[in-house]
């Protein structure tokens, strides 16, 4: 009434027959069986496999997007900056009116904003 397990080598006896007997019945199966771990290990794994691809196809689209929304501030900047190379009373003006620079003998005077009007708003 007890029966025993089958052991790992019955186990695996009893497998490679079963692959025996379907690779005379059915002689094509290997080369289906090969193209499809061909196909898993090709497409499926590794570095190079689909779901890389996809992620890769995402982050050059974020990469793009980041890229085209900052180009115009670039190109803002980058006149901007050839304008202070080139302009020389721009560079003046902008010494003076954000660093508060001035020529010898000159007075610069600072206005604060009123403070009392500022605390009643």
Same mark, same amino acid.
């Given at each position: 009434?007890?029966?025993? %397990?089958?052991?790992?080598? +019955?186990?695996?006896? /009893?497998? *490679?027959?079963?692959?025996?007997?379907?690779?005379? &019945?059915?002689?094509?199966?290997?080369?289906?069986?090969?193209?499809?771990?061909?196909?898993?290990?090709?497409?499926?794994?590794?570095?190079?496999?689909?779901?890389?691809?996809?992620?890769?196809?995402?982050? %050059?689209?974020?990469?793009? +997007?980041?890229?085209? /929304?900052? *180009?115009?501030?670039?190109?803002a900047?980058?006149? &901007?900056?050839?304008?202070?190379?080139?302009?020389?009373?721009?560079?003046e003006?902008?010494?003076?009116?954000?660093?508060?620079?001035?020529?010898?003998?000159?007075?610069?005077?600072?206005?604060?904003?009123?403070t009392?009007?500022?605390?009643q708003?």
């Open positions: 009434m007890t029966e025993l %397990k089958p052991t790992f080598m +019955e186990r695996l006896q /009893r497998f *490679l027959t079963t692959i025996a007997t379907c690779n005379k &019945r059915y002689p094509a199966l290997r080369y289906i069986l090969a193209g499809v771990a061909v196909f898993i290990f090709t497409f499926l794994l590794g570095n190079n496999s689909l779901f890389h691809y996809v992620k890769n196809q995402r982050r %050059k689209a974020f990469i793009q +997007e980041e890229y085209n /929304r900052y *180009l115009p501030q670039y190109e900047d980058s006149a &901007r900056l050839s304008d202070i190379r080139d302009n020389r009373e721009h560079i003006r902008i010494a003076r009116e954000q660093y508060y620079m001035h020529l010898p003998g000159e007075e610069v005077f600072v206005l604060a904003p009123d009392a009007t500022a605390a708003h």
